[in-house]
């Protein structure tokens, strides 16, 4: 495996538009070419959650532009997305949330 660091900023997403945080690295098979797993450094919208950085495999990538890459929502481990999903007081406090009606 060969890996490399994005020199953008490219954040990871899910579909329900959980902010997962800065992809750090990106790992590629040497043998095809092909991309393997992205790695995330956690963002702060679900802190000490994850114990180091989540790796997420090709195959959980749904859409990928320059900017950010979206992910499956099973991605997210159950215990952190209830968190990160839950409810707050104010629109501010839950700005890094997409809000559905």
């Given at each position: 495996m060969n890996t490399f660091i994005p020199k953008s900023k490219l954040c990871a997403i899910t579909k329900s538009g959980i902010d997962l945080?800065?992809?750090?690295?990106?790992?590629?098979?040497?043998?095809?070419?092909?991309?393997?797993?992205?790695h995330v450094a956690s963002s702060h919208v679900i802190p000490?959650?994850?114990?180091?950085?989540?790796?997420?495999?090709?195959?959980?990538v749904i859409e990928w532009?320059?900017?950010k890459i979206?992910?499956?929502?099973?991605v997210v481990p159950a215990e952190a997305k209830n968190i990160a999903v839950a409810p707050s007081p104010t629109k501010k406090a839950g700005a890094h949330f997409k809000e559905t009606y």
């Open positions: 945080g800065k992809v750090t690295s990106i790992e590629i098979d040497a043998a095809t070419g092909r991309i393997t797993s992205f000490r959650l994850l114990e180091s950085e989540l790796i997420i495999s090709w195959h959980q532009d320059k900017d979206m992910v499956a929502d099973t």
